[in-house]
């Protein structure tokens, strides 16, 4: 039995989950709106304060699909009452962000700055030149933009340069010796 699909999600005070046909669960909260189809073999329902998710057999198939849809709609759940972040590092001489309107300019050492647009429901700050912080309530959203920015100049292993993520640790590599 999935333990993850098994365990109830607890829906706070001033949060609303709609079950509509087809599995398509809409959750409004404080922050906003989310709306997701999820397969439509689950089984979802609302019991007083709780979400419960159940499948209807024990196919391979449906053992995976479990789990995952009561996490979807667990990170939807927490993405309307809380919010996603990710944090992001610039390292490097001369490598800087700033942010004008929805637009984040990044000089990453290339000959031209790379001009990036916040998507529809995602939030870029900039602290200071070196540090991004990617906001919104779409957990899948959130990663995926932090991921595009780093992926703009990822980290290299010789001096870290580059994007990376708050908690991530480059693994540092000994560059070339001299011949003697």
Not at 14 to 23: H, K, L, R, Y
Not at 27 to 45: A, C, D, F, Y
Not at 146 to 170: L, S
Request: glycine share 12%.
């Amino acid at each position: 039995m999935s333990r993850i699909g098994r365990m109830p999600i607890a829906v706070p005070a001033g949060v609303t989950v709609d079950i509509a046909e087809n599995n398509k669960v809409t959750v409004k909260g404080p922050k906003g709106t989310l709306e997701r189809v999820l397969p439509s073999e689950m089984i979802i329902k609302l019991e007083g304060a709780e979400v419960i998710v159940s499948r209807p057999n024990d196919l391979k198939r449906m053992k995976a699909l479990h789990g995952l849809t009561r996490t979807l709609i667990h990170n939807m759940v927490v993405g309307v009452t809380e919010g996603y972040q990710k944090v992001l590092e610039i390292n490097g001489v001369g490598y800087r962000a700033a942010k004008s309107g929805k637009e984040l300019t990044l000089n990453l050492g290339y000959s031209h700055p790379v001009i990036m647009t916040d998507p529809e429901g995602i939030e870029t700050v900039c602290e200071g030149q070196n540090k991004i912080i990617v906001k919104g309530i779409d957990k899948e959203k959130v990663g995926q933009f932090a991921a595009e920015i780093r992926e703009k100049r990822g980290p290299e292993p010789y001096k870290g340069k580059g994007i990376k993520y708050d908690y991530e640790v480059i693994r540092r590599k000994v560059g070339k010796t001299g011949k003697k």
